[in-house]
């Protein structure tokens, strides 16, 4: 099982090389810092298996809605679950700030990613056309609503059930 910590600046070097090689647009540097200075309104967290850092998330609050800003998973550690593992910490990190709903964009060719978060609830509510500018690739902009019920509760605590099975 991966553990979630805060992401530091320390961390960036591991992250950026994740960042450069999962993301056709990878953010630079300066947007990890500057999100990092945030103190208020943000999350990021590195996950790390052992001592290695194996991928990352960031999330952003606004009222009652935590938007998924980044996620990634190493390249050599895809395919085990990590990504899981980080969604579904990603979402008790969001219950912990109050968030009752979660929203993100995901690349329309992206059917990977566009799985696993269903998997945790999100539906595709709308398209970003032209998001990805380098690319020009359009994003689906998917919600998780009632994050906060008992419904998604029992959600939540199966996925994890099933992803420490998998360990």
Sequence with gaps: MIELV???????????????????????????????????GRAYRVARLGREMVGYV???????????????????????????????????????????????????????????????GFAPVGVRKGYYQMTGEDAYVMWAYDIDSPAYAARLERIESEEAQRV
Aim: net charge positive; proline share 3%.
């Design 58 to 120: 960031g999330l952003m609050f606004v009222e009652e809605e935590a938007h998924v800003t980044t996620v990634a998973v190493a390249p050599e550690h895809q395919g085990r679950g990590i990504g899981a593992q980080i969604m579904a910490g990603a979402v008790r990190i969001a219950l912990g700030e109050g968030a009752r709903h979660m929203s993100l964009e995901v690349a329309v060719g992206n059917a990977r990613a566009q799985s696993l978060y269903r998997r945790f």
């Design 6 to 40: 805060k992401m530091r600046r320390r961390d960036l070097r591991r992250v950026m090389a994740i960042e450069q090689v999962v993301f056709p647009e990878p953010w630079s540097h300066g947007v990890f810092s500057s999100e990092l200075a945030l103190r208020r």
